[in-house]
């Protein structure tokens, strides 16, 4: 017998064994043969009941507002960028993460600064940092927010798409 192979094979059924553990089950070891592919992370997460971003989405679509945009996709990500000009804006990408209540709740996973930028050092939220967002109703309208360091941040965002001038005017979501 191949000696890391069995060390592989031991090695998958104590996780086995871990997560139904935390399942609330006490596990039963069988003598049935474990495939050599490795677990992934995504079985393992299944396994565990974890969510994944595709599995939160309670909203899809793009809003903007005064030099912000926000876009949620079907996938569980989502870009918010803030905009100075053509040329200088800082966009966070986002993973949406589950949260209880009606808010939206994103995870920033990657920070990217486009010419000088638009967010100042004390407006970036870090890695990791979230972004909540919740939707009016009946306009779909977003109001963001954010934090870094101790500043807390928001933004109201219009739809993308229905709106007219007067609309876009009461709201204030003008470009």
């Known amino acids: 017998m191949n000696i890391v192979g069995a060390g592989r094979n031991l090695g998958r059924v104590v996780v086995a064994a871990a997560v139904a553990t935390a399942l609330g089950g006490a596990p039963v070891v069988t003598a049935t043969p474990v495939a050599d592919a490795p677990a992934t992370g995504a079985a393992l997460g299944a396994a565990a009941g974890v969510l994944a971003p595709a599995d939160v989405v309670r909203e899809t679509g793009s ?14 990500t989502g870009t918010f960028a803030s905009w100075v000009g053509a040329f200088d804006g800082t966009r966070l990408q986002l993973r949406l993460v589950p949260a209880p209540g009606e808010a939206t709740v994103a995870e ?3 920070i ?13 939220p870090g890695l990791g940092g979230l972004v909540t967002v919740t939707f009016g109703d009946p306009v779909r309208t ?8 101790p500043r807390r941040l928001s933004a109201d965002l219009c739809p993308v798409e229905g709106l007219d001038v007067e609309q876009m005017n009461v709201l204030r979501c003008g470009a």
């Open 142 to 149: 977003a109001h963001v927010e954010w934090t870094s360091g």
């Open 108 to 110: 920033v996973t990657d």
């Open 112 to 124: 990217e600064t486009v010419g000088a930028g638009a967010l100042a050092p004390d407006e970036t």
């Open 63 to 76: 809003w903007f507002a005064h030099g912000r945009a926000l876009d949620l996709r079907d996938d569980g």
